[in-house]
């Protein structure tokens, strides 16, 4: 979504934000800086509350970017499911005084200030159903109201059945460890492996980084390179890897089910990942690193929040292809969905479909097949899901409408044929001030990686799946460089690199 949350547990931003929002189109939930856990009501607290309530909603109600104030973060939901284990006689207190706090006070502030905006008081939260409940539900995660979190670490993140259909999915998402260009700056080399004592001490979330590596290990092969650095930085690279994918698989789920509702669930308007930014070099669940830098998830978030996307997914033995659109106007799109060998880079067969009318922001199924037949029916015969990969796209009768994108059918730890590519990358200045970099492949590659360590800039594109022998990337510095040091510094990392 074009939208951010301000989360609770953090801080009101500053008006240069919601100014630079108001002029870009983005949206903003905010939070009042409250989350995960239970607060006093005693009546100076109380007054200090209101008078910032008071102070921030008259401060910001003026910006057209907020579009809706949301009391908490997550403190109905700590409430009702009892994350810290009050006491049964204690439990009606801690009731009430969640009532006074956000109902009486801070929903009262807000209405009487600005009626112009919904006032949620919590998230997650079943809305009106709550309200009806006593402000508390008994179950606040019910995907037939109001907005959802939805974690689940041990479970496979490729599995779209395990995902709820919820109607808006306002908090998900998978830790990954930043680069090693941004760890460097705060650690030594003794602190340059995943078990180290530096490791443990920037994870503050219990479990996270074997998680990661859980994670991980279910589609990708770990690293085990025989010398350490390497080892370290490949690990931190394949954590990028697994959460780019596995937000990628949740988010496109959540797009896709915006125009059903299955046993009265799904009708998914909206999706905001946890978590944009960071606020030190650590693991956590950002797309950007402390100090800019873009994560893997980030270029991946740029293409499954495109206003078209195409999104495949195997469902009982066939291919599914959704056009989705958030455009105000209709289209009339056919797919186009390529055939791969891992060990080539020339397509085993291309398959087109017909034309079908995708109305303006709504999710159509463009395209439909068994895989089998798929396979069978492609080139020579000889693809298994072991040893081919798709990619498709979507067109309209002029042109191709939103990014390539691809699908597995099985691990990458399980394909046949994947071959280490020979992979070569010139560096050169364009006439507007820009860089391109041009590379080379002697094979498929997966997961292309480009970095320029402390170089501070973005690529285009990155983290891509290769199919090509060649291609072009712009990186855009954000302050002055060469071509030279952009060229030292670049390295090139696939998937098969890592082992």
Not at 330 to 337: A, N, P, S
Request: charged content about 15%; proline content about 5%; overall charge negative.
């Amino acid at each position: 979504m074009n939208a951010l949350r301000v989360w609770g547990g953090g801080v009101y931003e500053q008006d240069l934000f919601y100014s630079l929002c108001d002029e870009m189109g983005i949206m903003i939930w905010q939070d009042f800086m409250f989350a995960c856990a239970m607060y006093p009501t005693e009546p100076d607290f109380i007054e200090t509350v209101r008078e910032e309530v008071v102070q921030q909603v008259r401060r910001l109600k003026s910006h057209p970017s907020v579009i809706v104030w949301s009391g908490n973060n997550e403190n109905e939901a700590a409430l009702a499911t009892d994350w810290f284990g009050i006491p049964v006689a204690q439990q009606p207190r801690y009731h009430r005084d969640y009532v006074t706090l956000y109902v009486d006070n801070i929903r009262a502030i807000v209405q009487k200030e600005d009626g112009s905006r919904p006032f949620l008081v919590s998230s997650p939260t079943n809305g009106a159903e709550s309200q009806q409940e006593g402000w508390v539900a008994h179950d606040p995660y019910d995907v037939h109201y109001g907005d959802t979190h939805y974690y689940s670490y041990s479970h496979d993140c490729w599995d779209w059945t395990a995902l709820p259909r919820t109607r808006f999915a306002s908090e998900y998402g998978f830790q990954s460890w930043p680069s090693f260009s941004t760890l460097q700056k705060v650690s030594v080399s003794e602190d340059w492996s995943y078990g180290s004592n530096f490791s443990s001490h920037r994870q503050h979330h219990q479990s996270g980084n074997q998680q990661m590596l859980q994670q991980a290990g279910l589609h990708y092969q770990l690293p085990a390179s025989a010398d350490p650095l390497k080892r370290y930085r490949d690990t931190l690279y394949i954590t990028q890897v697994m959460q780019a994918q596995c937000v990628k698989v949740q988010t496109e789920f959540y797009r896709r089910s915006q125009s059903e509702v299955i046993e009265g669930k799904g009708h998914t308007m909206g999706a905001l990942y946890w978590q944009l930014n960071d606020i030190w070099q650590g693991p956590s669940w950002s797309s950007i690193e402390f100090g800019g830098k873009w994560k893997m998830l980030h270029y991946f978030a740029k293409d499954f929040f495109s206003p078209v996307l195409p999104v495949g997914f195997e469902d009982q033995g066939s291919l599914v292809v959704y056009a989705v659109s958030d455009l105000s106007h209709d289209l009339k799109l056919r797919t186009v969905v390529s055939v791969y060998e891992w060990s080539s880079l020339d397509p085993v067969c291309t398959v087109t479909s017909g034309f079908v009318l995708v109305e303006g922001g709504s999710a159509e199924v463009v395209h439909k097949q068994p895989i089998t037949a798929l396979l069978a029916g492609c080139g020579r015969g000889s693809c298994t899901r072991l040893t081919c990969l798709l990619t498709f796209h979507l067109e309209d009768v002029n042109s191709q409408q939103g990014p390539i994108n691809h699908l597995f059918l099985s691990s990458p730890k399980n394909a046949q044929g994947m071959l280490r590519p020979n992979t070569t990358a010139e560096v050169q200045q364009d006439e507007m001030g820009g860089y391109t970099v041009t590379l080379q492949s002697s094979a498929v590659a997966a997961f292309v990686w480009l970095d320029v360590g402390d170089v501070p800039g973005r690529f285009s594109t990155n983290g891509f799946l290769m199919v090509t022998k060649n291609r072009t990337v712009t990186f855009n510095p954000w302050g002055p460089t060469s071509t030279q040091q952009l060229a030292q510094a670049l390295t090139v990392t696939s998937l098969r690199d890592v082992y």
